[in-house]
């Protein structure tokens, strides 16, 4: 006949502890990622223009804003999409 294992109340304890600790510990992680989402920077698209194709943005007016330095024109869409 197989030999049923002695365990004792000590054991059982020491396990429920290695238990709680892993479970706080992804309580933890879980909650440092949600957090971390709202403070991330948010994903901004960036779209490259040619100067033909900027001038037919302007044209239709789908340009809410243009910054030129140097020979370098940036802006924003209308649809909030940023082009350079």
């Given at each position: 006949?197989?030999?049923?294992?002695?365990?004792?109340?000590?054991?059982?304890k020491?396990?429920?502890?290695?238990?709680?600790?892993?479970?706080?510990?992804?309580?933890?992680?879980?909650?440092?990622?949600?957090i971390?989402?709202?403070?991330?920077?948010?994903?901004?698209?960036?779209?490259?223009?040619t100067?033909?194709?900027?001038?037919?943005?302007?044209?239709?007016?789908?340009?809410?804003?243009?910054?030129?330095?140097?020979?370098?024109?940036?802006?924003?869409?209308?649809?909030?999409?940023?082009?350079?």
């Amino acid at each position: 006949m197989a030999k049923i294992p002695n365990f004792n109340k000590k054991d059982l304890k020491g396990n429920k502890n290695y238990r709680n600790i892993g479970l706080y510990l992804l309580m933890l992680i879980i909650t440092v990622s949600i957090i971390s989402s709202f403070f991330e920077p948010k994903s901004i698209t960036q779209q490259e223009l040619t100067y033909s194709e900027f001038l037919k943005e302007v044209e239709i007016n789908n340009v809410s804003k243009v910054t030129i330095v140097d020979n370098t024109i940036t802006g924003i869409l209308m649809d909030g999409t940023e082009f350079s």
